[in-house]
């Protein structure tokens, strides 16, 4: 798996990489719909997730009142974000960690490699992390001699393959158990010679090949689901296990964390520890939930750092529209409604956040200076569904639609709109318009139109003559259809 900056977005060399030699998103999608295999495995796999989710949320008669709660609560920490922080670093540090602040990438990636130079280890154990996708961390930390081991089970087939995530509970869904059981005997020295594709195989053998990590590993990389600000506890839920086990068992734990993560009180906890894993995992609760503050003498790790990563989400905040996707919770259910996702996979989005929330949070970090970044905003068809299952009642589709007209101000439509604007303000304007287009019905075809129209619309044949004309010559001057009488 391999990342680079776009030379055309200033904000994405110091935000979030993008994945080498991506298009834009209609040219990488156009490309992925013709691969049958990749729409099968989505769509049984989404389609599975999405049947048992909805299961999940309806055994509660009061879910409802639990989503508008979550989005009650993100906004007003949003709102008072500072004040909640300072709360947090105080607390941290009173607790024994310490804390550090990233405005970008760039300084989360250095702070934590320099972390792990200062313990003299080249290896670390990762708990799944989306904010160290997100920042590139692997990557970086392998510029300076480390190697950062996935210990998330899918997360683990994504490495070996040398491949990128593509769903953000279920970074290998677009792969199916014959290709993991080969990826296995090919890529793991510990796999049986006679291994199969049951899952509970495939998960036995990389149980074996992570065993001997987490027993000998002395430090630990993780991201965090929430942190609370009124005790300074971080919190990382879970269904394998492997993220207890690198957080109890190193002697050196760094998180990550994006500063939308944060919650005011524990109290808030109880509305987020329901909505989370019944949209997730379409479980009651998160099997693992794994929750610490600072360090505890003899007890887990003993040196414990807390990157504080911005990376944009602070001119997020300052958008009115677009700040409700720093509510999101990971939860992966608008990527198992979207018909877009499903049929063009995570691969298509160029960036570690695919679906629809990838489309709106993305383009707002990195900006939209790129030809991936001003094209994610158009991968959807507006249907809707993203923000019915949302637990925090993001409105993709309104923020979609905002970035879209931000979009259009950096691409040739604009011009066009501006100009038929023009024209439709003058009857004898836009009556000279049809004359000309009428008589080169036959040229337009061959002209080359805007992309984000052109990409995705045929044009439509240009009659013989217009509206206005078949009138004055059916109907002569009585009449006149511009005054209605």
């Avoid at 997100?134 to 300076?144: K, S």
């Avoid at 996702?341 to 960036?351: F, K, N, P, T, V």
Wanted: charged share 25%.
């Amino acid at each position: 798996m391999s990342a680079t900056t776009d030379p055309h977005a200033d904000a994405t060399a110091t935000r979030m990489p993008t994945y080498v030699g991506m298009p834009s998103f209609p040219k990488a999608a156009h490309e992925a719909v013709a691969d049958t295999r990749l729409r099968r495995n989505l769509a049984h796999a989404t389609g599975t997730i999405r049947e048992r989710r909805a299961a999940a949320v309806t055994e509660l008669d009061d879910w409802a009142e639990l989503r508008d709660a979550g989005k009650r609560i993100k906004d007003h920490t949003l709102e008072y974000l500072g004040h909640y922080l300072r709360m947090l670093e105080e607390k941290v540090t009173a607790a024994g960690g310490v804390v550090h602040w990233a405005r970008d990438a760039a300084e989360a990636n250095a702070i934590v490699a320099r972390l792990v130079k200062e313990t003299g280890e080249t290896e670390v154990v990762k708990v799944k992390s989306m904010a160290t996708q997100e920042i590139g961390l692997n990557e970086a930390l392998a510029e300076h001699g480390i190697t950062a081991l996935e210990t998330d089970l899918a997360e683990l087939i994504v490495q070996l393959a040398d491949d990128r995530p593509s769903h953000i509970l279920v970074p290998a869904i677009h792969k199916n158990r014959a290709e993991i059981r080969d990826l296995f005997s090919h890529r793991m020295p510990s796999a049986p010679a006679d291994l199969t594709d049951e899952p509970a195989d495939l998960a036995e053998a990389a149980r074996r090949h992570l065993r001997a990590k987490f027993l000998t590993a002395k430090v630990a990389v993780s991201g965090a689901n929430f942190a609370i600000a009124d005790t300074g506890t971080v919190l990382v839920v879970e269904s394998e296990g492997n993220g207890r086990m690198c957080l109890t068992l190193p002697e050196t734990l760094i998180t990550v964390m994006g500063v939308e993560k944060l919650l005011p009180t524990a109290r808030d906890l109880e509305v987020f520890l329901q909505l989370l894993p019944r949209s997730s995992t379409a479980e009651r609760m998160n099997p693992y939930t794994s929750a610490w503050t600072g360090v505890t003498p003899g007890d887990g790790p003993q040196n414990f750092h807390l990157v504080l990563l911005d990376n944009g989400r602070t001119d997020v905040r300052d958008d009115e529209v677009g700040r409700q996707a720093l509510r999101c919770i990971r939860c992966s259910a608008c990527l198992n409604v979207c018909p877009v996702y499903a049929r063009a996979g995570g691969h298509a989005y160029g960036s570690p956040y695919p679906g629809p929330i990838g489309a709106i949070l993305s383009p707002q970090i990195r900006g939209i200076g790129s030809k991936v970044d001003a094209s994610l905003p158009f991968a959807s068809s507006l249907c809707g569904a993203c923000y019915e299952v949302c637990p925090v009642a993001i409105d993709i589709p309104e923020v979609l639609v905002h970035l879209r007209a931000k979009a259009a101000k950096k691409l040739p439509e604009k011009a066009v709109m501006k100009t038929a604007a023009w024209g439709l303000r003058s009857p004898a304007r836009l009556a000279l318009g049809q004359f000309v287009a009428g008589k080169a019905r036959f040229v337009a075809p061959h002209l080359q139109f805007p992309r984000a129209w052109a990409d995705t619309r045929d044009l439509p044949a240009l009659p013989k003559e217009s509206f206005r004309a078949w009138w004055k010559r059916t109907r002569g001057d009585a009449t006149d259809p511009k005054d209605g009488s």
